[in-house]
């Protein structure tokens, strides 16, 4: 399975493609009054749905997949008694498939048939594709293990703050923090290399945005970033490619992933705003209340 995009619902989707489109990285891709969709220069035909609504949500996050893969999943679905619906993409790009919930009500949708589109070269600066989505969890070890059994993925590492899932060679194209609540914790974007990420950083630093986190590098995954805030409210993140790793990976625990006193990432050179990052990390939930 690949990782494609993920859809959010909030009440003012031009100015979120705004910031995503003229700061951020990404391209536009089409849409409507209620609806943008924005590309990266990779072969996806969008990353980023944006759908008006009263309030921010998430509402879904969708990977491609072959028929067969979707198959195995009905099965272990109806084997341990998950709800399924059927999904036909009216999204760019198309696919049909299914759609299931997470333990906390977080919509993951597993298209197949979905259109490629042809890659964009000379935009060094434009994010690649998404690398992962981070999902807040009331029990990340159960949302985890939902995804083994149901999705058929597989737990990567874990550390003290997160569960990382993988569905395919990339270290991680989904995590679980244990937050204790349920909610969107960020999105990643790959960049091209380093220098497209720090560019980022420095693009945002002309607007006035400095990081929430980073410049950094991740101990699971590898991968180098910096976090921000959007002004629409997510916190988006500039990455590098995660680590890809062999069938036999070992997964590590927590004490696998410790850090000398008052470092957080493998550099240990930049501080993370808490308060900041925990506020936003509430914003885009999975459910109406």
């Known amino acids: 399975m690949e990782l494609r995009s993920i859809e959010l619902e909030l009440p003012d989707p031009e100015e979120a493609a705004r910031f995503l489109t003229g700061i951020w990285g990404l391209g536009e891709a089409g849409g ?4 943008c969709y924005l590309r990266g220069s990779g072969d996806q035909p969008y990353l980023v749905g944006l759908h008006r609504s009263d ?18 999943v009905r099965l272990r679905a109806a084997q341990h008694g998950v709800a399924l619906v059927e999904a036909t993409s009216t999204d760019p790009g198309a696919g049909v498939g299914i759609a299931l919930a997470l333990p906390d009500g977080a919509v993951i949708r597993l298209l197949a048939g979905a259109k490629r589109v042809e890659p964009v070269a000379g935009v060094p600066d434009r994010a690649v594709r998404l690398t992962h989505v981070v999902l807040n969890a009331v029990d990340a070890e159960a ?8 999705l058929g993925f597989r737990v990567s590492d874990r550390t003290k703050g ?13 995590a679980f923090a244990r937050a204790g609540f349920a909610s969107l914790n960020h999105i ?11 560019r980022g950083i420095g693009r945002l630093r002309d607007v006035g945005m400095v990081p929430a986190w980073g410049p950094g590098r991740h101990g699971p995954g590898a991968n180098i970033f910096a976090y921000f805030i959007a002004p629409f409210g997510a916190v988006v993140e500039f990455s590098t490619a995660v680590e890809i790793v062999d069938e036999d990976y070992q997964t590590g625990a927590p004490e696998d992933w410790t850090w000398p006193p008052n470092r957080i990432d493998q550099w240990g050179i930049s501080g993370k705003d808490m308060a900041a990052l925990g506020a ?3 914003v885009f939930r999975f459910r109406r209340s």
């Not at 309030?55 to 195995?72: C, D, N």
């Not at 949302?143 to 149901?150: G, K, L, N, S, V």
């Not at 990643?188 to 720090?198: C, G, L, Q, S």
């Open 162 to 174: 997160m569960v990382f899932v993988r569905c395919n060679a990339s270290h991680h194209s989904i």
């Open 143 to 150: 949302t985890a293990r939902f995804a083994e059994d149901i």
């Open 32 to 35: 409507d009054i209620d609806s």
């Open 280 to 282: 936003a990390e509430r």
């Open 55 to 72: 309030h921010p949500l998430v509402r879904s996050v969708t990977f491609l997949a072959t028929v067969g893969e979707i198959e195995a």
């Open 188 to 198: 990643a974007f790959e960049m091209a290399d380093m220098d497209a990420v720090m």
